[in-house]
């Protein structure tokens, strides 16, 4: 796609700083007869969208085609803002051989993803503003969709002394986290939250109490004393979460604050009542938490093994519960690439982590749709709208469909029917459990900037 150009000065700049506008490209579009699903204005209707100069020109019924545009018939498909997935990990720097911004971004794009926000896990990690800075010129060089970086909140995400804050913000960090470790100590998670909340952005949280964590490699129940192996309990995560919430409750102006990737009911007790109590907090479920159990892990099998671990289908049930009342309202894939050869050690020593970005879609679909726990259109929002507000993108025009916003679009058969066959999937690695599983509904074409970066 053609690059996208970075805001030269961020002082005017809108917040999060990346001008969000592709090169213009060669044809108009026409977007035509589709289910138009944009939870942002509340339209959910049968209209076209037109496209012209990298942007939305025209939201109506018969629209016309002017002389060269190219038209989508959209007929019995849902035309949404495109999906943005706020935890991925591109692995660049440092573990290229895992995934680049290249390959991790057609994943993406092939499963329906306009934006992405990237995690700082990497080597050396996101802690500095060159390092935001590099992340967005390699997207612009070579990404398939829009890369925000998410930027350390300590140093080297040691946990120890906190993060140049402000100048990762002015740099364009778009979120802070240490994700891949906690920060374990209270006194500089508070420092960390004082700092993000003079930027007005989000920490995002990797929910983990080492100390109940040491040796572990699943979850802590009949599997893995089964198989013999150390169990990760629920409370490491829970822990983590309710002296996260307490600390916020001490700060005179709290910071946003996000819960990555829940696994354990008890952790949707914590979120609930926080909310309740007017706390800015928001949780997120990834899509093997939502549908999974830890007994894919019988017989070994690392390409189920994940930080944090696949629990009891109570916590699935909590989960969805959770998502169905509103206490979740984002969604992420935690993308986690991992090599062949690192998931063939043995169970103790593989890496956790599965990929998700290219069918995550219709595994959402399967858990919280198809089950009748939320419509389409609140699904839309939590993968559109939501996370856009969690990331400040909605600032930049992305997550809604609005005359003279950006025309990042997703086109959904909520219908078809395909197979994940990792032959197929265009990530550099492969690493999921979920090889030969039956699917329902697929992001047919995505829409960065006016541009089409994937079509099936």
């Known amino acids: 796609m053609p690059p996208l150009t970075?805001?030269?000065?961020?002082?005017?700049?809108?917040?999060?700083?990346?001008?969000?506008?592709?090169?213009?490209?060669?044809?108009?579009l026409l977007i035509r007869g589709g289910r138009v699903i944009d939870p942002a204005s509340r339209l959910d209707k049968v209209c076209d969208i037109a496209v012209d100069g990298g942007v939305i020109t025209a939201i109506g019924k018969k629209l016309p085609a002017p002389p060269g545009t190219r038209i989508l018939d959209a007929a019995g498909m849902f035309v949404t803002p495109g999906?943005?997935?706020?935890?991925?990990?591109?692995?660049?720097?440092?573990?290229?051989?895992?995934?680049?911004?290249?390959?991790?971004?057609a994943a993406a794009a092939a499963g329906g993803f306009t934006s992405v926000c990237c995690m700082p896990n990497t080597s050396p990690a996101i802690d500095t503003p060159e390092l935001v800075r590099f992340i967005y010129?390699?997207?612009?060089?070579?990404?398939?969709?829009?890369?925000f970086p998410v930027a350390a909140g300590t140093k080297g995400r040691k946990g120890l002394e906190i993060a140049e804050i402000q100048l990762l913000h002015r740099a364009g960090a778009v979120a802070f986290s240490d994700d891949g470790d906690c920060i374990a100590s209270a006194q500089v998670m508070s420092r960390v939250f004082a700092a993000v909340s003079q930027t007005g952005s989000t920490f995002m949280q990797h929910c983990q109490e080492t100390t109940l964590t040491q040796g572990a490699s699943m979850h802590a129940g009949t599997v893995s004393a089964r198989l013999g192996l150390t169990g990760w309990p629920r409370m490491a995560e829970e822990i983590i979460i309710e002296r996260d919430v307490r600390?916020?409750?001490?700060?005179?102006?709290?910071c946003r604050y996000h819960a990555q990737h829940i696994s354990s009911a008890g952790s949707i007790d914590i979120i609930r009542q926080a909310r309740r109590d007017g706390l800015p907090v928001t949780g997120e479920a990834s899509p093997h938490h939502l549908l999974l159990t830890h007994d894919l892990c019988e017989g070994y099998n690392t390409l189920a093994k994940v930080n944090p671990p696949l629990r009891e289908s109570i916590d699935v049930n909590a989960l969805v519960e959770g998502v169905a009342d509103g206490t979740i309202t984002i969604?992420?894939?935690?993308?986690?690439?991992?090599?062949?050869e690192e998931k063939s050690l043995p169970f103790e020593d593989a890496p956790m982590g599965l990929v998700g970005l290219e069918f995550a879609l219709p595994l959402y679909a399967e858990a919280l749709v198809h089950s009748g726990a939320i419509t389409w259109p609140r699904l839309i929002a939590l993968l559109t709208v939501e996370p856009a507000q969690l990331?400040?993108?909605?600032?930049?025009?992305?997550?809604?469909?609005?005359?003279?916003?950006?025309?990042?679009?997703?086109?959904?058969?909520?219908?078809?029917?395909?197979?994940?066959?990792?032959?197929?999937m265009v990530g550099k690695s492969k690493n999921t459990p979920l090889a030969g599983r039956k699917l329902t509904g697929r992001a047919i074409t995505t829409i960065v900037g006016g541009v089409i970066v994937n079509a099936e």
Do not use: F, Q
């Open 6 to 28: 970075p805001i030269k000065s961020r002082h005017d700049a809108p917040k999060n700083t990346i001008a969000m506008r592709a090169a213009a490209p060669t044809t108009c």
């Open 83 to 105: 999906l943005i997935d706020p935890h991925v990990h591109l692995r660049e720097p440092g573990h290229e051989y895992k995934e680049t911004i290249e390959t991790g971004t």
């Open 137 to 147: 010129d390699r997207a612009n060089l070579t990404a398939r969709c829009r890369v």
């Open 247 to 254: 600390l916020l409750r001490h700060l005179r102006s709290p």
């Open 331 to 340: 969604l992420g894939t935690d993308h986690a690439p991992h090599s062949a």
């Open 391 to 424: 990331c400040g993108l909605n600032v930049l025009g992305l997550g809604s469909l609005k005359v003279d916003a950006p025309a990042d679009i997703t086109i959904i058969d909520p219908n078809a029917k395909w197979t994940i066959d990792p032959a197929k």
